[in-house]
T-cell receptor, first 114, second 117 residues
């Protein structure tokens, strides 16, 4: 089974700064990558997906993928206290297609300090 | 749509008792997943179904765990007998179908907090 590694944190970032969250994965054949956000006591929700090398931007969020280094990151610009949550990195368990489940990292706990 | 619905939200039981968790996926979704989350192990996939058929149950920890999906709108996860180490949050998630982008998005229910004393 594929492995996904994240620094558990907590990662503390001042309000308005850029938060940088990192994730490495074990299977070089992985094709799809996902970032989920989980507030305390709540369920995970998808915030970003990325499939190609490079950057993908969506509002204040940017996902970065480097398949050669087996590394995916999430940048949050202009961090807000409402961004305080645990961020989970995920990859498909097997083929990389849409037919199987996701393997999740243990998540990085992000704290945005007002 | 009401989203993925799980019941109960909280379950407290004694060791040795049978526990049944329930899930109603989003209408029209053809894949359903059961995950377990703990601080130590994070989110672990227990089992998933495609079109009501179990595809991969390699994550089910032992024979005490079983899951069924008798129709497209209902699934159960049963633990018999329960043990204190089963205490965790159990999430059910559903997915619309195969392929990127929307097909790979998992929609999670609110979870069941299970405590086995």
């Amino acid at each position: 089974q594929k492995e996904v590694e994240q620094n558990s944190g907590p990662l503390s970032v001042p309000e308005g700064a850029i938060a940088s969250l990192n994730c490495t994965y074990s299977d070089r054949g992985s094709q799809s990558f996902f970032w989920y956000r989980q507030y305390s006591g709540k369920s995970p929700e998808l915030i970003m997906s990325i499939y190609s090398n490079g950057d993908k931007e969506d509002g204040r969020f940017t996902a970065q993928l480097n398949k050669a280094s087996q590394y995916v990151s999430l940048l949050i610009r202009d961090s807000q206290p409402s961004d305080s949550a645990t961020y989970l990195c995920a990859v498909p368990m097997y083929s990389g297609g849409g037919a199987d489940g996701l393997t999740f990292g243990k998540g990085t706990h992000l704290i945005i300090q007002p | 749509d009401a989203g993925v619905i799980q019941s109960p939200r909280h379950e407290v039981t004694e060791m040795g008792q049978e526990v049944t968790l329930r899930c109603k996926p989003i209408s029209g979704h053809n894949s359903l997943f059961w995950y377990r989350q703990t601080m130590m192990r994070g989110l672990e996939l227990l089992i998933y179904f495609n079109n009501n058929v179990p595809i991969d149950d390699s994550g089910m920890p032992e024979d005490r765990f079983s899951a069924k999906m008798p129709n497209a709108s209902f699934s159960t996860l049963k633990i018999q007998p329960s043990e204190p180490r089963d205490s965790a949050v159990y999430f059910c998630a559903s997915r619309a179908g195969q392929g990127a982008p929307l097909g790979e998005k998992l929609f999670f229910g609110s979870g069941t907090q299970l405590s086995v004393l």
